[in-house]
């Protein structure tokens, strides 16, 4: 049930990287106790396999951070050097007889590594390496994009599946030094390491695999709007640079200074009347729906007039809302987290958060001083 709340091509990416990584466990384990010899032939059917994993941790980046509801011609292109190899070593090794493939194995856990196969070696680790960074780039800009579209980040931001492509990096690392001591015919327990890091990056995947199920989708139906790219944290530490900045970013809209001025006017009263951020979900198109304006303007119309993203311009009523209800008598039975929760935050952790990046203080803080 859970694995239908995300992505569906997001989560068939994990099921196969499950599969593959999952038999790839069972060959080292293999490997390890020696029962290979009665099976040889399943000899080298797992080294096409990391060709592979970066690729599909990329493009389930991709899928997740997006609308995407199918696989795209397109797409294939990054199994373009998993299909290469496959084709290489089944020419080369897969048609050897099962004797033949025993000794090759035995070679190589002497640290007889052809030559041929130190190259696809290095070539595995400067693959990963590509796909390491264009996977946290897809990452860095969807955490930019959606304080652009969400008023509540939690469960959207994917800081899992960042912290996990670093870990992964760091594992082919590992594989990069254990070549090095290969290529050099240094005898010091590279089998061992190199099974360390084969074991941890099995690990990775299934806790990449076991995140990814639990993610929730994040976009749904018109969710998703484009913005210009803009550094908003350089724009909000350098106040004097601000207006020319954002007149630079939206010198192209064909938004005319009046316009926006009538529909920031409009989204203000719309704001102060209805209290739309009391609603813990509330997003950048549903507001613009409601008060029957284009997204993306809106979007531009906050930049300029208050120059905050959608996240903290929301944001800023829900905690002058709680400010207010803190000093009200009224609201006395209620704890700082129920006032929170009642003025459209969903967790202690977030308003926390946002309640000291707004007001220099921490909620109990505020609290004491206005007691």
Known sequence: MLIKKGNKPANRLLAFLLVSISFSLLLQYLYVTNHIEQAPHLIGLDSTFPFIYAPLIFLYAKFVTSQKSTFKITDSIHLIPFTVFLVYIFLSFYLKSGSYKYEYLQNLFKGNVPLDLTIVNYLKIIQAVI?????????????????????????KTLTWLKILTISIAGVYFIQFIVLLLISFKLDWHFQEISLLANVSEVLFVYILAFFGIMQP????????ISTNKVDIKSILNK?????????QKYAGSPLSTKASKEMFLKLKAFMEKEKPYLESQITIHQ????????TKYLSQVINEHVDLNFFNFINQYRIEEVKQKLTNEKYSHLSILGIALDCGFNSKSSFNSVFKKLTGQTPSSYVSCTS
Do not use: C, M
Not at 239 to 247: A, G, Q, Y
Not at 287 to 294: R, T
């Open 131 to 155: 796909y390491v960074i264009l996977t946290l780039k897809v990452i860095i800009t969807h955490q930019n994009r959606i304080k652009h579209i969400f008023s509540n980040l939690e469960k």
């Open 217 to 224: 989708q994040i976009y749904k139906t018109n969710d998703q």
């Open 239 to 247: 106040p004097e640079e601000k207006s020319i900045t954002i007149k």
């Open 287 to 294: 507001i613009a729906e409601k008060i029957g304006v284009n």
